[in-house]
């Protein structure tokens, strides 16, 4: 400081000055002063003096500068360190600069950049997500699909796993008419699998469907999710099942059961009940046959896989049913509308799902190689001229079934799958046959001539599971989509003028 008590050049002079015009402020207080208060935020102008000025009366202390960006340690130990005599030593002023990197134009004022529009940079880093957020690609979904990203929080929903199903429920009731209860249980994602089953009335469409599905051999059956033949049930001949039941497990597979097809259970209950039948149809029979009709066409369509349970073999009205309701079946759109998909079926604008030909409750002697062999060349036979993709998806001789047999020893091998009798009397006479005369065989379990019936469903299980999943329409389908997809076709095979004129030469 000069003697008339202007300030010295070095501190408050044009250089000083030019430093501060680049957007930065110093904040000079006096020493002690609490920096975590209110005067932290407040901004300090030092007013420049005058030339000719007058200092004022009484002693001028320098102040010393303090950098509010100082560690409070800092702060202590430079409070140490001043000397004795009570002059406070002047520190070299670090000048904090501000990166331009928060929207702030140059130029804008300090009061105008001091409130930023969207949050703070502190906020932006500190509030990360606890979770990875993913981002969905909707393939497929017309307009939504041109956007390239989503919303974080969108994304987040998406993947929140869906409600688990307890117990299956009505997709289709016993009057034929669609039900959307089954939208709940939906997600929008694409990676999914539908299997539907069809068969005649007693073969086991439930329980096998259940044990596919959610439940194990060991449980009790009146807590399969679909509900199979109870006894008295089976005591007068009926049918458990009606219409089309829904079930979607946490793998996102889709099972679809039915009623059985041409039920004789059914007619009775329409002759002896005197129920009125729709004025397109005369007989009874003719109803209960379309009927079935209107189911298969329509698992034709929407199913990856379709299951053909039987109970022996073989029902040839079996094999005419299933190529009468191939006949039937609604058209698939074409794929070639569409440049960028693909139908994923060998007849391009016609799909046609997976067949398997499941053989429920058979005998030991069915597993014969012998006999094995002969069921595979009669199916061949019956369905050569179908279209239905009723091989090269599913083999037995792949699950180590048959251990000697080769891969050459069927020709032409169909996807059928034989599945044992599911209760174990059989075992326990062997045993107790054996331990009269030969104690010792007493030990040693039974022989079946097949594995286990747990081993034989975890195998089918695989197998379907691993079907190739082929595209339902010309377009990708989430399971939404595939809803609403199905309910369309399920109003079309009811209005379908070509099973109204089948219906017609019935009768």
């Known amino acids: 400081m000069s003697e008339s008590g202007h300030s010295q050049p070095g501190m408050y002079g044009p250089g000083r000055r030019r430093r501060r015009r680049r957007g930065e402020r110093d904040i000079i207080g006096p020493p002690g002063q609490n920096l975590s208060g209110p005067s932290r935020e407040r901004d300090y102008q030092p007013r420049e003096r005058r030339d000719g000025s007058e200092d004022p009366p009484g002693p001028l202390i320098q102040k010393t500068p303090i950098i509010l960006a100082k560690p409070p340690g800092e702060r202590a130990k430079t409070s140490q360190s001043t000397p004795a005599s009570g002059v406070p030593v002047i520190e070299k002023p670090i000048m904090l600069m501000k990166a331009r990197d928060d929207g702030t134009k140059p130029g804008t004022p300090p009061e105008t950049a001091a409130q930023p529009s969207g949050p703070s940079k502190i906020e932006r880093e500190g509030q990360r997500p606890t979770q990875p957020v993913y981002q969905i690609q909707n393939r497929g979904m017309g307009s939504s699909a041109s956007s390239s990203t989503v919303d974080p ?7 929140v796993p869906a409600e688990k199903m307890k117990h299956s429920i009505k997709l289709v009731d016993d009057q034929m008419n669609w039900c959307d209860s089954a939208m709940e249980y939906l997600r929008h994602q694409t990676d999914m699998l539908v299997v539907g089953v069809i068969g005649l009335q007693g073969t086991g469409k439930s329980t096998v469907m259940s044990l596919l599905s959610a439940n194990t051999p060991e449980e009790d059956q009146r807590g399969y999710v679909f509900r199979a ?27 679809l059961d039915t009623q059985p097809i041409l039920s004789p259970s059914s007619l009775d209950h329409l002759i002896n009940n005197d129920r009125k039948l729709p004025p397109e149809y005369n007989l009874p029979s003719t109803y209960v046959e379309m009927q079935s009709l209107q189911i298969a066409a329509f698992l034709f369509t ?37 440049s960028s998909g693909s139908s994923g079926n060998d007849d391009g604008a016609e799909y046609y799902p997976h067949i398997v030909f499941l053989q429920n409750k058979t005998r030991r002697e069915d597993f014969c190689p012998r006999n094995f062999k002969n069921m595979h060349v009669v199916v061949d036979k019956l369905m050569s001229h179908s279209h239905l ?20 020893f069927l020709p032409t091998e169909v996807n059928m799958f034989l599945l044992p009798v599911q209760e174990s009397d059989g075992e326990d006479q062997l045993n107790k046959a054996g331990s009269g005369t030969y104690p010792l065989f007493s030990l040693l379990p039974g022989y079946r001539g097949h594995p286990s019936f747990s081993t034989m469903v975890f195998k089918l299980r695989s197998q379907i599971l691993a079907m190739p999943r082929c595209q339902l329409s010309h377009t990708i389908l989430t399971e939404k989509n595939w809803f609403h997809y199905a309910a369309r076709i399920w109003d079309g095979v009811k209005k379908s003028s070509a099973l109204s004129e089948y219906s017609r030469l019935l009768c």
Request: with cysteine; proline share 3%; net charge negative.
């Open 153 to 159: 929080m969108v994304g987040q929903a998406k993947l």
């Open 229 to 255: 033949q109870t006894q008295e049930i089976k005591e007068r001949a009926g049918n458990q099942s009606t219409g089309i039941d829904f079930f979607i497990t946490q793998e996102r597979v889709i099972f």
């Open 302 to 338: 929407v199913c990856h896989v379709v299951i053909v349970v039987q109970d022996w073999f073989t029902d040839l009205n079996l094999y005419r049913f299933l190529q009468t309701a191939e006949m039937l079946k609604p058209s698939t759109p074409s794929a070639s509308s569409d």
């Open 389 to 408: 993709k009723y091989k090269g998806s599913l083999s037995m001789l792949d699950c180590n079934i048959f251990p000697g047999l080769g891969q050459d």
